[in-house]
């Protein structure tokens, strides 16, 4: 019995002794790790040379702060823009007081963060000047342990008018730039585009921090993916670590996922940086894959850095996918290849150019990058471009495009311009280039560094040199410049820093004006709108890849009332000129609504028409493009989104209300897609499928009339090969109708499996203002289904591009669609509340109310 007793207090205390030790390896871990301190609380704002002090928001810009304080009305309503000129001339002062606890104050290192401050910026801690800023897309560290104390620690930075640093800089260079904003790193699109406004932010527009650590910290972990196949994959975690100390270190990695495991290192660290590397294979890995290729698998790779006899000082977490994504552009028979392979197979891209969603950046949260992205997604879309007169985007946007399965070309920041070749700007463009690549290349979404939007196009097309009356030498000075940064700069922080990646030198290749632009490379066409050629040129002109390629329209009539009082909801007030940056956009609209669609002067129907328009054009690009398969490797169609409530060519409104070529354009970016190839002898159908399996489907062929009459009919059982192209069916002009039928009759395709419809279109043989449409009453059936209304949808007449809006908010799965006699319309509306009499509040248009017979609009030419 007391040998029992012995035997259970022994282990009694054995437990306690061991908790005791996890405690104190707890507590001495707590002390070892690094320390992290936002300082987004207290923050003061002003003027410089007013007295008055307003409370700020970090991160933020000054315009959101004096609106927050009510110091200026909402920028982006009506006319206001011109009125708030005069805050981007201004110096702004933006202060904060912090207190530090000894925890923090007795470590050996305490560094001060920014992530991002807009854009010359002087930083002061203390009254001691610690940091000149003079770029928007870099982060700053300054070591600060010195300053600090443990009470009424003052943090002031001044930001200058970025306008009064360009005129100084433009005074102290020799040569005149095309445009000025050349000279400073701040996003381009600040100074205006031409679809966003002219405002010229200052501020703290990303995090600010102190990071207190001790004796080492992992800087930078990233998983370099050597060889990856479905069979194994060999990586290379590749810390950077930055150490005070001589001492023996271990690092361990834990990889969490099906291919769970722990992988060791031990080594010795120097003071300084310390690069050190872990090889490792995951056999069978679960790849990463493109939206519509398969499932974006990702693994989270943790590393963690022990000193001191297993004692743990910092920890890094990394998330990423395996794949292999590659550029092909080499010469061929035609000119040179331009497209992307993803773990071996060809990928037929289809995406379009993003933009900054917000002129005031910090307005941006993470709701509003997940609903873009996978808006994106839910419209078929493989890729987007990340345009490079914006900015480097958060990580939560590439954290999206990780989770959706977006492939992301990304541009560096440099658009439509020439830029200065002095030492300090390139030095200043290296360390922004650096910085960027090391924060994104681990994302599997990265599939290409360009080196920036339009520069070389810009520089040999556009006249600049005779517009400002350039000597040899300044032509000379400018084009070293540019050679230094995108053949030199670029590439080699690419080549050094992600080497899987590729790089391109600047989109596009060639310019729209050469015939090379349709054979090598990516393409910019643009003959379509600048041009004023007809959208049929677009099934003549299909280049390799089409990187933009566009046309505007109207957002959503919501949207407009957001920034339009209603006694300026006219065509051409004041206010819609404000909200359209385009110098021609009115009369180019015009112009091509005269030719296809009718033309209204009601507000409201021609913001619809517009959107039809629009949708009309572009996805005569896209199924060209499509059609042309492998000759045509992509389509990047401009714009996805915009920064402001605007006409402009997005396809997704500043509300994230989506236009009618988002519809369209999910239709046509389907994994399947019939398509029509009008000829003058024939009609073509093709099939074309991205999908990576053979399949067999009967292709059905309808012929009827505007009151659901069948004119002709036939099928046909085909075979289509996996990711092809081909035409499945052709007929001649008069095989199927009559001359006088074809205002008056649709071609309705369809492909079909046993189980279901896999795709369907139809065909016009006139355009839309020419189409015999007759007065429609639309019959709207509707169900409740716990995350929305089921809405089954019939009419007895064709009803042509079908509009469906409601008051309230909400998405319907479908919009702007034709509705086809007899063949009712499935879509969902989606929303959280459950309305009364829900179909009644239903509103709808379509082209049938203009082009009812004996009231078809007239069509006038007039002068916007």
């Given at each position: 019995m007391k040998r029992r007793k012995w035997v259970n207090g022994f282990l009694v205390f054995a437990l306690i002794a061991a908790l005791v030790m996890i405690l104190i390896r707890e507590i001495v871990e707590k002390e070892n790790k690094p320390i992290e301190i936002l300082l987004s609380d207290n923050w003061e704002f002003s003027r410089k040379g007013d007295s008055n002090r307003y409370p700020a928001s970090v991160p933020s810009v000054v315009h959101l702060d004096l609106m927050d304080n009510g110091l200026i009305p909402e920028p982006f309503y009506g006319s206001n823009e011109d009125s708030l000129q005069w805050i981007g001339q201004k110096n702004w002062i933006y202060q904060n007081r912090f207190e530090l606890d000894s925890s923090v104050l007795k470590k050996n290192h305490i560094n001060l963060q920014f992530d991002g401050l807009d854009t010359w910026a002087k930083v002061f801690l203390n009254?001691?000047?610690i940091l000149l800023a003079n770029n928007m897309f870099l982060e700053w560290e300054i070591d600060v342990k010195d300053l600090l104390k443990a009470k009424s620690n003052q943090l002031r930075i001044?930001?200058?008018?970025?306008?009064?640093?360009?005129?100084?800089?433009?005074?102290?260079?020799?040569?005149?730039?095309?445009d000025d904003r050349g000279f400073v790193r701040k996003a381009p699109y600040h100074f205006g585009w031409d679809w966003g406004p002219r405002f010229l932010t200052a501020g703290i527009w990303r995090p600010v921090r102190l990071l207190a650590w001790d004796k080492a910290r992992i800087d930078d972990l990233q998983i370099f993916q050597d060889y990856v196949s479905k069979d194994s994959a060999h990586l290379d975690a590749r810390l950077s670590i930055e150490s005070s100390?001589?001492?023996?270190?271990?690092?361990?990695?834990?990889?969490?996922?099906?291919?769970?495991?722990?992988?060791k290192k031990s080594f010795n660290l120097m003071p300084g940086e310390n690069i050190v590397r872990l090889s490792f294979d995951i056999i069978e890995p679960e790849l990463w894959w493109p939206n519509g290729m398969g499932e974006q698998n990702l693994y989270e790779f943790d590393a963690k850095l022990y000193l001191d006899e297993e004692v743990l000082q910092d920890e890094k977490t990394?998330?990423?996918?395996?794949?292999?994504?590659?550029?092909?552009?080499?010469p061929d028979s035609i000119g040179r290849s331009f497209y992307f392979k993803v773990n071996g197979i060809p990928l037929f891209i289809k995406g379009a150019n993003y933009i900054p969603q917000e002129n005031f950046l910090p307005r941006v949260g993470r709701m509003d990058y997940e609903q873009i992205v996978r808006m994106a997604a839910d419209a078929n879309m493989n890729m987007l471009r990340v345009w490079g007169g914006g900015v480097y985007e958060e990580a939560l946007f590439y954290d999206y495009c990780d989770l959706h399965g977006i492939l992301v070309w990304q541009d560096?920041?440099?658009?439509?311009?020439?830029y200065p070749g002095d030492y300090s700007f390139l030095e200043n463009v290296e360390r922004e280039a650096r910085q960027n690549v090391l924060r994104l290349r681990n994302h599997p979404c990265i599939a290409l560094w360009c080196g920036n939007n339009e520069v070389d196009e810009g520089w040999k097309n556009w006249g600049w040199q005779?517009?400002?009356?350039?000597?040899?030498?300044?032509?000379?000075?400018?084009?070293?410049a540019y050679h230094d940064i995108f053949d030199s700069i670029l590439p080699s922080v690419v080549k050094r820093f992600d080497p899987g990646s590729d790089y391109w030198p600047s989109s596009p290749l060639y310019g729209w004006g050469h015939p090379e632009s349709m054979t090598h490379g990516d393409s910019h066409y643009w003959g379509v709108w600048w041009g004023g050629e007809p959208f049929e040129t677009y099934e003549e002109k299909v280049g390799r890849f089409m990187s933009e390629c566009g046309f505007q329209a109207f957002p959503d009539p919501k949207t407009l009332d957001s920034v339009l009082p209603e006694d300026q909801q006219f065509l051409y007030s004041p206010m819609l000129k404000t909200h359209q940056k385009h110098p021609r956009g009115f009369e180019l609209i015009d112009a091509y609504m005269q030719r296809d669609f009718p033309l209204t002067d009601d507000f409201e129907y021609y913001g619809y028409v517009s959107q039809l328009l629009q949708a009309y054009g572009i996805s005569k690009a896209i199924h060209a493009q499509r059609r042309s398969k492998?000759?045509?490797?992509?389509?990047?169609?401009?714009?996805?989104?915009?920064?402001?409530?605007?006409?402009?060519?997005?396809?997704?409104?500043?509300?994230?209300?989506?236009?009618?070529?988002y519809h369209q354009a999910r239709r046509a970016y389907q994994k399947v897609l019939i398509s029509f190839e009008d000829k003058t002898d024939s009609l073509n159908v093709f099939v074309v499928s991205d999908s990576l399996e053979d399949m067999q489907a009967v292709l059905k062929l309808n012929l009827i009339d505007f009151e659901g009459n069948t004119l002709w009919d036939s099928r046909k059982e085909i075979g289509i090969p996996a990711n092809s192209n081909g035409i499945y069916y052709s007929m001649g002009p008069d095989t199927v109708m009559k001359d006088e039928q074809t205002d008056n009759a649709v071609l309705l395709v369809t492909l079909e499996t046993e189980e279901k419809i896999i795709s369907r279109n139809l065909h016009y043989f006139v355009k839309p203002k020419e189409l015999d449409l007759s007065g429609a009453g639309i019959g709207i059936r509707s169900g409740w289904n716990g995350k929305g209304y089921d809405l089954e949808l019939s009419s007895d007449v064709l009803v042509k591009g079908l509009y469906l809006h409601l008051d309230l908010d909400g998405k319907f799965s479908d919009n702007y669609f034709d509705l086809v006699p007899g063949r009712d319309r499935n879509i969902v509306f989606r929303t959280d509340e459950r309305i009364e009499h829900f179909a009644e509040q239903i509103k709808v248009r379509s082209l049938n109310d203009l082009l009812v017979e004996g009231d078809k609009q007239a069509l006038v030419s007039r002068d916007p």
């Open positions: 009254d001691s000047l001044e930001f200058p008018p970025v306008e009064y640093l360009i005129d100084s800089l433009q005074k102290n260079y020799p040569t005149p730039l095309p100390v001589f001492s023996v270190a271990s690092l361990k990695l834990n990889i969490k996922g099906d291919a769970a495991g722990e992988f990394v998330v990423s996918g395996l794949r292999n994504v590659e550029l092909v552009s080499k560096f920041m440099f658009a439509c311009n020439m005779k517009q400002l009356g350039f000597s040899n030498e300044d032509s000379i000075r400018l084009d070293q492998p000759w045509c490797m992509g389509v990047l169609f401009w714009q996805l989104n915009d920064c402001w409530p605007v006409v402009s060519w997005s396809c997704i409104d500043y509300y994230h209300r989506p236009k009618a070529l």
